[in-house]
């Protein structure tokens, strides 16, 4: 997240990247004594470790603990310096670091954090006094797995601590990685269907253009029948180009900066209830708007897509029969600012009022659409900070609720 000119917040969306490559190391299992624990996981992992210590006296006696406790077979490691270390770990890869904080050339929190830059995906301990449980919990706090304190000399808790902390870095790498692997399927999706989308409406598009143009040519000279059908080539060509454009969008959903400012509803909703009046020579659906002096904060060409979605989806539903009306009114609670579309429709089944804010989901199955025009509004809304939801009892009506955080618009904000 970062500030714009003039009070605004951008808000940046970007994937981040797997730390290190997808590779997994075998699992650590053990059960009962650190004597068993220690045989397993000489079977398994790990089988090199690394102890950073500059007292070769303490280093000794953590080897001794480590032999002692069953990590016999082990390859022990060794380095007194933060330079020694990071020569060690650019020429091998240990499976475990037992790190002391106090070296001749690094100390304290900075020696976590430089080991940690050259350690990738190896779990670091670090090796504590009694005095320093304090600096020790800073240490895991930014991403140490794990401590122990140097006076354990029975090499329990030291046993116990290696085998949880390689078991948790190997399956918080494994979950980064495919986490990572996720992020790149849906990008290939998403990919995938705007090329799809994009292709298929340049021939839908011919397709309309030359329906149109075969009518005006036929002109009144034309049979009837002929007509009606070239009118519904037509119009289902320009219904298609529709859900292909509202696929698109949600394909690409999340590729654009979200710059937040504040936004008069009224204004906004008046630009929308024009626009959407303009698009059919009959008024389908009559308007009732009470919002006040409602302002919030939001991305105003989010907004405005929110907007066209559900006054779009309420005549799509609830439109085009005699009597058909939304209301759009406006409450204020704390901080935020409820925004209520409410038509007089038929309604939605409760049931199924959770799903018709989900994508391809739709609550009416004969009518066109992709169902992802609600599915839309509520993406949107989360971006901004907000939420959405449907209300309705299945017999009079629904009402979409828009939940925004509140805002006051100053001179020289954006209306």
């Known amino acids: 997240m970062k500030h714009a000119p003039g009070g605004t917040t951008v808000i940046a969306h970007r994937a981040e990247p797997c730390a290190a490559p997808c590779e997994v190391r075998p699992t650590v299992r053990g059960s009962g004594s650190p004597q068993s624990w220690g045989t397993e996981v000489a079977e398994g992992v790990p089988t090199k470790i690394l102890i950073i210590e500059d007292n070769r006296a303490d280093a000794r006696l953590m080897e001794e603990i480590l032999r002692r406790v069953g990590f016999g077979t082990a390859e022990i490691l060794k380095a007194e310096t933060l330079a020694q270390a990071i020569e060690v770990l650019g020429r091998v890869s240990p499976d475990v670091i037992l790190l002391d904080l106090t070296l001749p050339d690094s100390s304290g929190l900075e020696t976590v954090e430089d080991v940690l830059v050259y350690a990738g995906t190896t779990p670091v301990i670090v090796q504590t006094g009694l005095a320093d449980e304090a600096l020790a919990l800073q240490a895991v706090r930014i991403g140490a797995q794990d401590f122990v304190c140097k006076a354990d000399t029975d090499g329990g808790a030291l046993a116990r601590t290696i085998h949880y902390a390689v078991e948790r870095k190997r399956s918080q790498h494994e979950i980064a990685c495919k986490n990572q692997q996720l992020r790149e399927t849906n990008a290939n999706l ?141 409450t204020k609670s704390d901080q935020w600012t409820e925004l209520r579309f409410v038509d007089n429709g038929c309604g939605i089944d409760p049931k199924c009022l959770d799903k018709v804010m989900l994508p391809f989901k739709r609550a009416c199955a004969n009518k066109p659409g992709t169902g992802l025009g609600l599915a839309i509004v509520r993406r949107y809304l989360e971006q901004m900070g907000g939420c959405a939801h449907a209300e309705s009892d299945g017999k009079t009506g629904t009402t979409i609720v828009l939940r925004l955080p509140g805002a006051t618009l100053g001179a020289g904000s954006a209306a």
């Open 190 to 330: 998403r990919q995938l269907t705007f090329a799809m989308t994009h292709d298929l409406q340049t021939p839908l598009a011919t397709l309309s253009g030359a329906t149109g143009s075969l009518a005006t040519a036929l002109g009144d000279t034309s049979n009837k029948g002929v007509a009606r059908w070239l009118m519904r080539i037509e119009d289902a060509s320009r219904r298609m180009v529709d859900m292909l454009d509202e696929l698109m969008l949600y394909a690409r959903f999340g590729e654009q900066e979200v710059v937040l400012e504040p936004v008069r509803v009224t204004e906004l909703l008046g630009e929308v209830l024009d626009s959407l009046s303009c698009q059919s020579p009959e008024p389908r659906m009559a308007f009732e708007v009470d919002v006040g002096d409602a302002c919030v904060l939001a991305d105003r060409a989010g907004l405005r897509r929110a907007f066209e979605n559900v006054v779009g989806n309420a005549i799509k539903y609830a439109g085009g029969v005699p009597g058909a009306r939304l209301t759009i009114v406006s």
